[in-house]
């Protein structure tokens, strides 16, 4: 019904902007030619100009051009079906079209009826689009279960083998970390505010995020980020230098974020510069 109403409207508007309110008339254009030749005043010219009426395009002998008729035609088609995907009975349209552009015509279908039967429509679409739109959404939803089950699967078995190498400590929450540079300097405390460089990767080395790369530090505190670094950055003094694995619970979790997939196991490596509260 709505679209109805907006094509009525829109086509009313379409006229106003697209097509003239007036065609100068040949005589009009004569006399102000004369008038510039004459070197009369422009006054006398507009008054030439306005001695023959000019016909409206709200009159019914206006005609519009071809360009203008294609384009009402053009408007229609992209418009008027918006949302719909079958096929219309063109020769029924053209048939509606002119009965109701016909004065004293009776369309076999009035417009009560045809506004009941575009509402019908409408509601019709919105079940099939809302139905579309919840397989669709079904759909992606067991995809990114899929995925999630299968990250999980391959972090516990990355973490499990990584647990084993020489140098690589795993704490009691599944935290592995990975001693690069010993620092010298204060511990933070789970309250601290530091800054770091760091860089990001997932398991096939896909780098997410790195402060080397925007050549910045980062600032933040230690109770503003995810469960891993909380922990694992309370194990480094001022100076050091370690590369940590976080498991999925210490880090984004079956919902992931940004570019990071559900259940990701992360790799960072993390140069602690600064504990600012110190």
């Known amino acids: 019904m709505k679209n109805t109403k907006r094509f009525w409207g ?45 016909p409206s395009t709200y009159e019914r002998d206006y005609k519009f051009s071809k360009d203008e008729s294609y384009a009402f035609g053009v408007w229609a088609g992209m418009n008027l079906l918006n949302g719909f995907h079958a096929t219309l009975n063109e020769r029924e349209f053209l048939r509606g079209m002119r009965a109701a552009q016909k004065e004293n015509s009776t369309p ?37 279960k899929a995925e999630a089950e299968g990250n999980l699967a391959k972090g516990k078995a990355y973490l499990d083998d990584n647990g084993k190498k020489a140098g690589v400590f795993t704490t009691p929450s599944g935290l592995q970390y990975e001693v690069l540079v010993q620092g010298s300097g204060p ?58 694995f976080i498991p999925p619970d210490l880090a984004y979790g079956e919902n992931g974020t940004g570019n990071i997939p559900p259940n990701s ?13 110190e």
Do not use: H
């Not at 980062?218 to 469960?227: D, N, Q, R, T």
């Open 10 to 54: 829109a086509l009313a508007v379409a006229v106003l902007s697209a097509v003239p309110l007036s065609v100068c008339s040949k005589k009009a254009e004569e006399a102000a030619v004369e008038a510039a030749a004459e070197g009369e005043a422009a006054p006398e010219a507009a008054a030439a100009e306005k001695a023959e009426p000019k």
């Open 108 to 144: 076999r279908i009035d417009r009560e009826q045809a506004m009941e039967i575009l509402s019908q429509l409408n509601y019709e679409r919105g079940e099939v689009l809302q139905k579309v739109q919840e397989e669709k959404n079904a759909a992606e939803a067991e995809k990114r």
């Open 187 to 244: 511990r933070p405390t789970a309250s601290s505010r530091v800054r770091v460089d760091y860089e990001g990767k997932l398991l096939d080395g896909t780098v997410f995020d790195s402060s080397y790369t925007r050549g910045q530090p980062a600032e933040f505190p230690l109770g503003g980020v995810i469960k891993g670094w909380t922990e694992g950055l309370q194990l480094m003094e001022k100076g050091a230098s370690y590369r940590f």
């Open 265 to 277: 196991t992360l790799i960072f490596k993390v140069d602690l510069l600064e504990v600012l509260d």
